[in-house]
């Protein structure tokens, strides 16, 4: 098969297809393994702040949930002794230090269990939207002696449509639809109209294409201001991920949010919730895992999508497919961020073509001439076994050696060969991440 760049057909800018759920660990002396030093190599752009109390190591029950920053909610919001700022501070330090930006999650972590202790409506939605409004100041403005990280992004709320109104257990919204919708106008309305340079939007939907369709008609009829929409999926074909985006951005059309961002802010291999869940962790952290996170950063990255941000990269969880569970060191799909991170520092997408879908291709170049390919072979079926001899032919570029580097079953980041930046061929295996980059370019 043939694949086809033409780097003098520029297409747009690279997105920040490589963000991720959640930031670095530092090492401490009781035991903790960091891993803050493999973070930061990867240069993401924005890590975004959902579960972050489910992790002891930024803090765990202490850190970044409403209930956690303001334990009683009949204090005095406006006193800022009632707040506990001190684990939230550190752990945004900590991603702002290794380069990261911090995206900040208005709300609570899910709740599995049958009680719920965060995931219950606010007695007070104003009084909810004047709580994250002294967050918002603490972090971004100096207030309570706090700090200026100059966050940009605040969503409200998590996967407010996961579960039905009536159920057994509601795991991110303990309330009926209707009672959200009061939540999220009072408190975009709000927030909106004390920092209108912040973007503020939401709501992380779960999925629910009835239910999305239902809140961004609602949203629309009350005038909900929306900077953002976010948005969830885990699949097993980046496809399907990119006709999810088309669905939402069709939907953000309609209600006439089509000024807003669409960001997918949860997305990670998942074959399955139940059944299939032990081997979707176990390919979340493969070579198979690898290929899965560049495809799809290199199909949505053709999409209407602005952001993608991988779920997840706390150390403490098996969905956590970049750093080892155990000793906290990189896994295959940790490569396919950082050969992201090459393209998006080149800045410039330029026009690309592959003759079958099982292989992506995206194509980056900076200013001074210096580019890169991400060329992903990607499939769900692991019966095949066989390579896969890919024709590449570059034009409108300078004559330049290439270097190659691979990420499959057997290699991992392997500098594998030398290639011409006119016409080369290689040999593709199955699940296969290849980075090839010409000029000066350090990773």
Same mark, same amino acid.
């Given at each position: 098969?043939?694949?086809?760049?033409?780097? *003098?057909?520029?297409?747009?800018?690279?997105?920040?297809?490589?963000?991720?759920?959640?930031?670095?660990?530092?090492?401490?002396?009781?035991?903790?393994?960091?891993?803050?030093?493999?973070?930061?190599?990867?240069?993401?752009?924005?890590?975004? $702040?959902?579960?972050?109390?489910?992790?002891?190591?930024?803090? *765990?029950?202490?850190?970044?949930?409403?209930?956690?920053?303001?334990?009683?909610?009949?204090?005095?919001? +406006?006193?800022?002794?009632?707040?506990?700022?001190?684990?939230?501070?550190?752990?945004?330090?900590?991603?702002?230090?290794?380069?990261?930006?911090?995206?900040?999650?208005?709300? +609570?972590?899910?709740?599995?269990?049958?009680?719920?202790?965060?995931?219950?409506?606010?007695?007070?939605?104003?009084?909810?939207?004047?709580?994250?409004?002294?967050?918002?100041?603490?972090?971004?403005?100096?207030?309570?002696?706090?700090?200026?990280?100059?966050?940009?992004?605040?969503?409200?709320?998590?996967?407010?449509?996961?579960?039905?109104?009536?159920?057994?257990?509601?795991?991110?919204?303990?309330?009926?639809?209707?009672?959200?919708?009061?939540?999220?106008?009072?408190?975009?309305?709000?927030?909106?109209?004390?920092?209108?340079?912040?973007?503020?939007?939401?709501?992380?939907?779960?999925?629910?294409?009835?239910?999305? =369709?239902?809140? #961004?008609?609602?949203?629309?009829?009350?005038?909900?201001?929306?900077?953002?929409?976010?948005?969830?999926?885990?699949?097993?074909?980046?496809?399907?991920?990119?006709?999810?985006?088309?669905?939402?951005?069709?939907?953000?059309?309609?209600?006439?949010?089509?000024?807003?961002?669409?960001?997918?802010?949860?997305?990670?291999?998942?074959?399955?919730?139940?059944?299939?869940?032990?081997?979707?962790?176990?390919? =979340?952290?493969?070579?198979?895992?690898?290929?899965?996170?560049?495809?799809?950063?290199?199909?949505? +990255?053709?999409?209407?999508?602005?952001?993608?941000?991988?779920?997840?990269?706390?150390?403490?969880?098996?969905?956590?497919?970049?750093?080892?569970?155990?000793?906290?060191?990189? +896994?295959?799909?940790?490569?396919?961020?950082?050969?992201?991170?090459?393209?998006?520092?080149?800045?410039?997408?330029?026009?690309?073509?592959?003759?079958?879908?099982?292989?992506?291709? $995206?194509?980056?170049?900076?200013?001074?001439?210096?580019?890169?390919? #991400?060329?992903?072979?990607?499939?769900?079926?692991?019966?095949?076994?066989?390579?896969?001899?890919?024709?590449?032919?570059?034009?409108?570029?300078?004559?330049?050696?290439?270097?190659?580097?691979?990420?499959?079953?057997?290699?991992?980041?392997?500098?594998?060969?030398?290639?011409?930046?006119?016409?080369?061929?290689?040999?593709?295996?199955?699940?296969?991440?290849?980075?090839?980059?010409?000029?000066?370019?350090?990773?």
């Amino acid at each position: 098969m043939n694949i086809t760049v033409d780097f *003098g057909a520029p297409v747009g800018k690279i997105k920040p297809m490589h963000c991720v759920n959640n930031g670095p660990t530092k090492p401490r002396k009781d035991q903790t393994k960091g891993n803050f030093k493999e973070f930061a190599r990867l240069r993401i752009p924005y890590a975004r $702040t959902h579960d972050s109390s489910f992790c002891a190591s930024y803090g *765990g029950e202490h850190t970044i949930d409403i209930n956690a920053v303001f334990p009683n909610f009949d204090a005095d919001e +406006q006193d800022e002794k009632n707040y506990d700022f001190f684990y939230t501070d550190e752990y945004c330090k900590t991603i702002t230090q290794a380069g990261t930006k911090v995206f900040f999650r208005l709300g +609570q972590k899910i709740e599995h269990g049958l009680k719920k202790y965060g995931a219950n409506p606010p007695a007070d939605n104003l009084k909810w939207a004047k709580i994250c409004e002294k967050i918002i100041m603490h972090l971004n403005y100096g207030w309570a002696n706090g700090h200026k990280f100059g966050i940009e992004y605040w969503e409200i709320w998590n996967e407010p449509d996961l579960d039905p109104d009536v159920c057994e257990s509601h795991r991110t919204w303990n309330g009926t639809q209707a009672r959200f919708y009061d939540l999220f106008e009072t408190a975009a309305k709000y927030l909106k109209s004390k920092f209108p340079d912040l973007k503020i939007g939401g709501p992380a939907f779960a999925g629910n294409g009835e239910r999305i =369709e239902a809140c #961004l008609a609602e949203m629309s009829k009350r005038k909900v201001p929306l900077d953002f929409v976010s948005w969830h999926i885990y699949a097993t074909d980046p496809y399907k991920i990119a006709r999810r985006e088309n669905e939402m951005r069709e939907r953000m059309n309609k209600y006439g949010y089509d000024k807003a961002e669409s960001i997918c802010d949860e997305w990670n291999y998942v074959k399955g919730w139940s059944d299939d869940w032990l081997y979707s962790l176990r390919a =979340e952290s493969s070579y198979k895992g690898a290929a899965f996170v560049a495809q799809t950063m290199s199909v949505v +990255q053709d999409c209407s999508t602005d952001m993608l941000m991988y779920y997840d990269a706390r150390i403490n969880t098996a969905m956590n497919g970049l750093f080892d569970l155990y000793n906290s060191r990189p +896994q295959k799909p940790y490569y396919a961020l950082l050969y992201w991170s090459v393209l998006y520092e080149l800045g410039g997408q330029y026009a690309a073509y592959s003759e079958n879908a099982e292989v992506s291709v $995206t194509a980056a170049k900076d200013e001074n001439g210096n580019a890169a390919l #991400l060329v992903t072979r990607y499939s769900e079926d692991n019966n095949k076994t066989s390579s896969l001899t890919v024709d590449f032919r570059l034009g409108g570029l300078e004559p330049k050696r290439g270097k190659v580097f691979v990420t499959d079953e057997i290699r991992t980041n392997c500098y594998n060969e030398n290639v011409d930046s006119d016409s080369f061929s290689l040999a593709l295996e199955p699940n296969s991440v290849t980075l090839i980059t010409f000029g000066d370019i350090e990773f």
